[in-house]
């Protein structure tokens, strides 16, 4: 086979020729567009890191929020359980201080009640006593007694302390009055004559007496004075052992 070298020559041009046609029309583009694809690429693995850092800043960020808010609602729970048991440390001592107080109440009103309830059973044992006792001396009364009465009466006269008879004295001639002598039983001549020799001293001059009878003095009399009364007779005694019972 002989070779033909115009021919070869044409088709080493014609190569060249389209070794130049491809770079220029196909491969300068194809490379362009893969340098650019290339670039697009690097840009989205570029950004894809980016965003995937920031994703991974924010998901830290939020772990540590999510931490913040686990210790902030520990604190929460922990600051109200703390007001609570507060809370309900000063209700139980209010509720103490208030059933300690009703219970003071309760028991001063017990023991007022139970002093009222001894008063009475006193003043009841009192009454009865005193009805009893006066039943017995009202039977007791008699004349005897009005003259042992007397006796006594005379006796504590002339025993009167000095600063008592001053008094008495004073009092009678500061408004003289009659010397009222008031018996259960008519008084003899002797007993007056006796009763107006220890009044004389006591009201330091000479005293007329009018006397009079009251049987419901029971036993004893009652001297009036004006000023003082003396009293020893059976009906006042029981009047004031009555009252003062």
């Known amino acids: 086979m002989e070779l033909n070298w115009s021919t070869f020559i044409l088709e080493i041009i014609n190569f060249l020729v389209l070794v130049w046609l491809l770079k220029h029309f196909l491969y300068q583009p194809v490379r362009r567009i893969v ?12 950004e894809a890191e980016r965003l995937r850092h920031e ?6 960020r939020y772990e540590r929020r999510l931490a913040d808010w686990e210790e ?10 703390r007001e609570l048991e507060e809370e309900r440390q000063r209700r139980l001592s209010a509720l103490s201080q208030e059933l300690e107080a009703a219970r003071r109440k309760a028991e001063a009103v017990w023991e007022q009640e139970k ?3 001894r ?8 009454t009865l006593g005193t009805k009893f006792i006066a039943r017995m001396l009202e039977r007791l009364a008699d004349e005897h007694l009005h003259r042992r009465l007397l006796t006594l ?3 504590d006269m002339a025993d009167m302390p000095p600063e008592t008879i001053e008094g008495v004295r ?13 018996s259960a039983y008519p008084l003899t001549e002797k007993e007056r004559e006796r009763l107006q020799a220890v009044l004389q001293p006591l009201l330091g ?3 007329e007496c009018r006397f009079e009878t009251d049987s419901s003095l029971l036993a004893g009399l009652r001297i009036d004075l004006g000023a003082h009364v003396i009293r020893a007779n059976l009906k006042d005694e029981l009047r004031f052992f009555s009252y003062h019972g």
Request: no cysteine; aromatic share 6%.
């Open 153 to 155: 009466l005379l006796e």
């Open 119 to 126: 008063r009475h059973l006193e003043e009841q044992a009192l």
């Open 55 to 60: 994703a991974g800043e924010m998901k830290a």
């Open 170 to 182: 004073r009092d009678f001639h500061s408004a003289p009055a009659e010397v009222r002598v008031v």
């Open 72 to 81: 902030e609602k520990k604190r929460a729970r922990e600051s109200f359980r």
């Open 35 to 46: 340098e650019q694809r290339r670039r697009q690429i690097d840009s989205r693995l570029a």
């Open 115 to 117: 002093r009222e309830w």
């Open 205 to 207: 001059g000479a005293v």
